[in-house]
């Protein structure tokens, strides 16, 4: 299984950005985001289930959605009014049984 993320840049505080993550396998019990800042551990963003429930951390819910492209085999993070805050690099996640893949990280810098 590979996860390829993508989307990451430099963009101003109010601004939005969407991150997508491609999936060379199927049959995931849910996908995820995480980010690790500079000098912080890494912390878990959001997550979507097989079955479409969607969850969020307390810091980025009402600015940031989750969604997926089943037929692409695809997932997205929407992420709208970034703060210098979420400055840091985003990584996908996925599990299937027993097993977590992880994927590459894209960088995000929120800053004027």
């Known amino acids: 299984v590979q996860l390829q993320a993508s989307g990451g840049g430099l963009v101003q505080p109010g601004g939005s950005l969407r991150l997508s993550c491609a999936a060379s396998g199927r049959g995931f019990k849910s996908t995820a985001w995480y980010r690790q800042a500079p000098g912080k551990q890494r912390e878990w963003v959001a997550r979507i289930t097989a079955g479409g429930d969607t969850d969020y951390t307390d810091s980025v819910k009402g600015r940031f959605t989750i969604s997926r492209d089943v037929r692409k085999n695809e997932v997205y993070l929407q992420m709208n009014s970034l703060k210098p805050e979420d400055t840091a690099n985003y990584y996908c996640?996925?599990?299937?049984?027993?097993?977590?893949?992880w994927g590459q990280g894209t960088l995000v810098t929120v800053s004027s």
């Open positions: 996640n996925a599990v299937r049984g027993s097993a977590t893949f």
